[in-house]
Each structure stands twice: as C-alpha cells, then as structure tokens.
C-alpha cells in the first residue's frame, strides 16, 4: 500500500479535479477520510483476523462494494443538512466513490502484498493491476523510520504527490481557459 500521505494527496487532488466549485473545509475532510478509510483494515490484525482472510488487510474494505457504499453514505451525511436533491447527491456520491477506489487502485499498483479483492464478497480472489510500479509500505510505525520507509517515501513523491499537483494545475488551467472562452464567446453573441 501507499503511506496514508500518497493516498490522501491522491484523494485531495480528485476531488479538487472533480468537484472545483466545492470549497467548504468538510469536503476536503470528507475526501481525505474516504482516501485512507480502506486501511483501517489493519485492525482486523488485532482480532486475529489473518491477511488472506476476506475480511483481512486489502480485502473487502479494498472493494468495489465497500467503496460504493462508503462513498454514497458519505455523501448523504454531507447533504443531509443541506437538503438532498437527487442530482446533487448522485454526483456526489460518484466523486466519494471514486475517491474510495482509487485508493484500491493505487494499491493494486504497489509491487507486494497480497493483491486487492475488488470484487469481495462476490470473487474472492485478490488482483494487482499489470504496472506496479508503487514500492508497498510497511505496516507499523517503525518500518517507516527505516531505509525501506525512506524509499518509499521518494518513491510516493514522484509518482503520487508531483502528479496530484500537475493534476489541480492541470485542472485550474483548463477551468480558467473554459471560462475565458465563454466569456470571450458571450461577448460576440452581443455583437
């Protein structure tokens, strides 16, 4: 897996790309939740739970399932208050969902583990995707203060982070070049 810094870089980054009007602090915090909830697999390690298990490390909490259901949940308690209309909370929903599996799709671009069990509980097999080219973190705190963690760390700037900044930038442009042109096209439908 990616250090929860790559992933929440990651899921920072898409929802500013896929939701830019959205500026409130609560759905950044909602997108960094949604980018590192599927590690919170991890304890299962505590209740014996092994890593092969379905419901261990990269298993069902990797899903597409538990994706989808934590990303539409996710966004009904962030409409709820608001008022939900069907529009809305379906895009929204797709965005946290996206979030949620990028997650997996990041680590099923990391070259070790087990594999990711996308489709848990209906296929239990684990998959990587054919480019991993992502160096897999430890698990535990003093991994990172190690060579490997050091590496990784290096390995997730080029590969994770530099990529998220190229993606807002990327985004900004296109959105800054967008309303240039309707503006400069406003302007000769009055002429």
């Known amino acids: 897996m990616p250090t929860f810094a790559g992933h929440i870089a990651t899921g920072i980054s ?3 790309a896929l939701n830019p009007e959205e500026k409130k ?5 909602s997108v960094i939740l949604l980018s590192i909830i599927p590690d919170f697999d991890v304890i299962m390690f505590r209740f014996g739970i092994p890593y092969v298990h379905p419901l261990g490390h990269r298993g ?3 899903s597409f399932l538990f994706a989808a259901i934590t990303g539409a949940f996710m966004a009904y308690l962030y409409l709820k208050k608001q008022g939900i209309s ?9 965005i946290f ?11 099923a671009m990391t070259n070790g583990g087990l594999g990711i069990g996308f489709f848990i509980p ?3 097999q684990r998959y990587f995707l054919p480019w991993k080219p992502i160096e897999v973190s430890p698990i535990g ?5 190690s060579n490997w963690g050091l590496k990784v760390l290096k390995n997730e700037f080029m590969l994770l982070v530099i990529p998220s900044i190229a993606l807002v930038a990327a985004a900004s442009t296109c959105r800054k070049l967008i309303k240039y042109w309707r503006i ?8």
């Open 14 to 16: 898409l929802g500013y």
């Open 25 to 29: 602090l609560r759905f950044y915090l």
């Open 60 to 62: 069902f909490f990797h």
């Open 86 to 94: 069907p529009g809305k909370y379906f895009r929204l929903s797709i």
């Open 97 to 107: 969902i996206l979030t949620g599996l990028m997650h997996s799709l990041l680590d």
């Open 122 to 124: 209906f296929n239990y």
């Open 141 to 145: 705190i003093t991994g990172f203060f």
């Open 184 to 191: 400069k096209n406003s302007g000769r439908q009055h002429q």
